[in-house]
């Protein structure tokens, strides 16, 4: 409904990188050479520092500590990853055409997100764009918020049947457990808790604006989840959270903001055949 080598003399080497101006053809030749001293050789093949480095910062963003054991897990990972890779490489699958367009999207696909950290480092969001983004988001979500319950099903005859079950006394929690196909408010008998109306999908907000607290509607109404059998609980009046509450939220929505218009720029300079 709702829309061997010391793995910790590299430590931070790799993020100076990233976000360094100046980019990558000034990186100092001492960096250079630390992150290509082979941190362990398998079968002959050496693996840089600069691998350990990418896994070591990897876990470290996941919560690990920097630890002797974090840099065995990373060894270790590193081994693996080798050892299947000579694996592979000894069957053929590089050599398929698929698997070289995979590979190549994989590393496409990294070098974005690393782009993506450097622009957002570049154009740090000020406060007052993020003054500006809570009120936009404030304005939103209305004045209003809904206590709902509701049924998802497929068909809109068994909608139907459903609507006259509960107006008969059949519990609409009993029949939402059994039928509906919305896992979020099935296991909770067909809550979905407080919303905010302009938050819900036009075909529902639409029909919701006509209701009455304790309400059930007499007809199934169609989105492209499904039928929904709704039924208004309460309603009150929307308090707006604090903006502190928020701010993880909205410093996402702005950067990707931030990057979709730099993407746009990006879009009309280049040439597209």
């Known amino acids: ?38 941190f362990v050789v398998v079968n002959g093949q050496a693996q840089p520092t600069a691998y350990a480095e990418v896994l070591f910062r990897e876990r470290m963003t996941k919560g690990a500590a920097s630890s002797p054991a974090l840099r065995d897990a990373v060894r270790d990972e590193l081994i693996d990853q080798a050892l299947i890779e000579q694996a592979a490489k000894s069957e053929g699958l590089d050599r398929h055409p698929l698997v070289q367009a995979q590979m190549s999207l994989a ?9 993506q950290q450097k622009f957002l480092s570049e154009h740090p969001l000020t406060d007052a764009a993020l003054q500006a983004e809570y009120k936009l988001q404030i304005s939103h979500l209305g004045t209003e918020e809904l206590l709902l319950r509701h049924i998802i099903v497929a068909d809109e005859s068994l909608a139907k049947s459903l609507i006259q079950r509960v107006e008969q006394g059949a519990a609409l929690a009993d029949l939402a ?14 809550l979905v808790g407080w919303v905010a109306l302009n938050q819900l999908v036009p075909e529902v907000a639409k029909v919701v604006r006509q209701m009455k607290a304790a309400q059930l509607w007499s007809q199934p109404v169609s989105t492209a989840q499904g039928w929904h059998i709704i039924y208004l609980q309460e309603r009150r009046a929307l308090v707006p959270p604090e903006l502190e509450k928020i701010r993880p939220q909205l410093l996402e929505v702005m950067a990707q903001k931030a990057i979709a218009q730099k993407l746009q720029a990006l879009r009309q300079d280049a040439t597209v055949r």
């Open 1 to 38: 409904m709702r829309s061997k080598t010391h793995l910790n003399c590299t430590a931070g080497l790799l993020g100076l990188i990233l976000v360094a101006s100046a980019g990558a053809q000034n990186v100092s030749s001492e960096v250079q050479q630390a992150l290509a001293e082979p």
């Open 107 to 115: 590393s496409r696909a990294a070098l974005a997100r690393l782009w």
């Open 177 to 190: 457990a059994q039928y509906s196909s919305d896992p979020d408010s099935k296991a909770q008998g067909g």
